[in-house]
């Protein structure tokens, strides 16, 4: 069985400052992981995803995330959170056999303050 | 590439009525997947195609939920004798398929549904 636990529903930040989304997976084959965002009144858009190749995942909008393993972790950053940055991001993760069946986190809104 | 759409984006429906949500998947795009999003969560998986076949239906998915992909292109997911519990976003997403390493979904607006 594979779930995912995003710690804080809702995260606020200053413009320029750190974003850090945490995400922890369970699962008991080898997972594939992924962030996405979701804007309001628009489709989720996949952010990057880990697929057993490197660790540190680099994806768009200078958005980023490590694999360990050992933390069963798989948190998103980004150094500098601009306005836009504003919207919510879902952490999901699927078996590495297939990634049609995934399991997405709660969620966490973003709020970027000025 | 126009994306995914679906239809209608929004539907408002008395407690017991049957309705139906249209998802078309981007052009040549073999898989095609249904989510279910209530307020404060994240999307649940539904049910999947592969072509025109249905591969997997989650136990979320009772007697009163049907989806099909009758040509393997465009999908419709009904909901008969729709409960207020139906009330959600109802999201499609497609994929090419293939290596699952570079597979990638890509997600419709939703269809919010409303049942009174």
């Known amino acids: 069985a594979q779930s995912v636990t995003q710690l804080g529903s809702h995260v606020s930040v200053s413009e320029g400052a750190l974003v850090l989304l945490r995400c922890n997976y369970s699962?008991?084959?080898?997972?594939?992981l992924f962030w996405y965002v979701q804007y309001p009144n628009q489709g989720l858009q996949l952010l990057l995803k880990?697929?057993?190749?490197?660790?540190l995942v680099k994806g768009i909008n200078g958005f980023e995330a490590e694999f360990k393993k050992s933390e069963t972790s798989f948190h998103l950053t980004k150094p500098s959170a601009h306005m836009s940055d504003a919207a919510e991001y879902f952490c999901?993760?699927?078996?590495?056999?297939?990634?049609?069946?995934?399991?997405f986190g709660a969620g966490t809104r973003l709020f970027v303050k000025a | 590439d126009t994306g995914v759409s679906q239809n209608p984006r929004h539907k408002i429906t008395k407690r017991g009525q049957n309705v139906t949500f249209r998802c078309d998947p981007i052009?040549?795009?073999?898989?095609l997947y249904w989510y279910r999003q209530t307020l404060g969560q994240g999307p649940e998986f539904l049910t999947y195609?592969?072509?025109?076949?249905?591969?997997?239906k989650s136990r979320l998915l009772s007697d009163r939920f049907s989806a099909e992909r009758p040509k393997g292109s465009f999908s419709t997911l009904e909901i008969q004798r729709t409960e207020q519990g139906d009330s959600a976003m109802y999201l499609c997403a497609s994929s090419l398929g293939g290596d699952p390493r570079t597979d990638t979904q890509y997600f419709g607006p939703g269809t919010r549904l409303t049942v009174l």
């Open positions: 999901a993760v699927s078996p590495n056999t297939g990634g049609f069946k995934t399991i």
């Open positions: 195609f592969q072509n025109e076949a249905q591969l997997e």
């Open positions: 699962s008991s084959v080898p997972p594939y």
């Open positions: 880990y697929t057993s190749a490197a660790t």
């Open positions: 052009s040549e795009h073999n898989r």
